[in-house]
């Protein structure tokens, strides 16, 4: 792809990218002329990716991430430093959900999901900087939530960490902007998913009142987004969130 939004010259690595928004982020980066690393956590979410970006002709291959692995982080960023050149695009997607109730909450539901959703976001975004401050138009997108800025009730530690994941954007970009480093996040509301697919109808109808446009999000929505923060159309945009959620929330 040509024109104001392309991606070429761009390396991307982009967490969580089996399915759902992370699937159609590596896609959408990779038609736009950027070589993208997809990463999943088993090694058939991986060859899935591999699959995928062969099958349609695109720059890219899967590979096996633990976002909380800070060894197995670096021995994939240096992998792509070897084989595909520095990584100059990071989409941070990578997150679980435990949810439950304060008072019942465990020790491990909340540990587990601000390790992985927050402390991924801070393990990534570190291991990549020191190659992307020596290459042109570093970009980092980190994807947090509609509930990092509204909560939800037995979510408090997915909450919490899409939160931490808003002012984490702020601060880095206040860091490294002056090296040429943008550094965005998109909070989407409720997408279309595997995930959401499996809510009951209830629950559902519930949710569709709340939002103006009366209908959930598309993956491919989110991916557009992300390909214009990482565009050389998005360069004096830096430590923002793009709220992208139907109008379910209006800041």
């Known amino acids: 792809m040509e024109g104001p939004f392309s991606l070429k010259g761009h390396i991307a690595l982009v967490s969580g990218a089996s399915r759902g928004i992370g699937a159609a982020v590596a896609e959408t980066l990779a038609k736009a002329g950027a070589i993208v690393v997809g990463t999943s956590t ?94 042109p138009n570093g970009r980092i997108i980190n994807i947090a939530s509609v509930i990092g800025v509204m909560g939800n009730a037995g979510q408090v530690n997915y909450a919490a960490s899409k939160a931490g994941i808003i002012g984490f954007t702020k601060a880095l970009a206040r860091e490294v902007g002056s090296r040429g480093v943008t550094v965005n996040s998109i909070a989407p509301g409720f997408i279309k998913t595997d995930m959401t697919d499996g809510i009951s109808e209830q629950l559902r109808e ?43 929330y209006m800041i």
Not at 77 to 105: F, H, K, T, W, Y
Not at 236 to 243: K, M, P, R, V
Request: hydrophobic share 40%; aromatic share 4%; proline share 2%.
């Open 42 to 135: 088993t090694d058939s979410g991986a060859d899935m990716i591999s699959n995928r970006m062969s099958k349609n002709s695109l720059s890219g291959r899967g590979a096996i991430l633990d976002v909380t692995d800070r060894e197995s982080i670096n021995r994939l960023i240096n992998d792509i430093a070897i084989n595909e050149g520095p990584v100059s695009l990071l989409v941070n997607n990578a997150g679980i959900a435990q949810d439950n109730l304060l008072m019942r909450m465990q020790d491990d539901q909340w540990d587990e999901v601000i390790e992985a959703n927050l402390g991924g976001v801070f393990n990534l975004s570190r291991a990549c900087l020191k190659g992307m401050l020596k290459v």
């Open 206 to 248: 519930r949710l569709l009142e709340q939002i103006p446009l009366n209908r959930f999000g598309d993956v491919h929505e989110i991916a557009s987004a992300v390909r214009f923060l990482a565009s050389p159309e998005s360069s004096y945009i830096t430590g923002e969130t793009l709220h992208i959620n139907g109008g379910m």
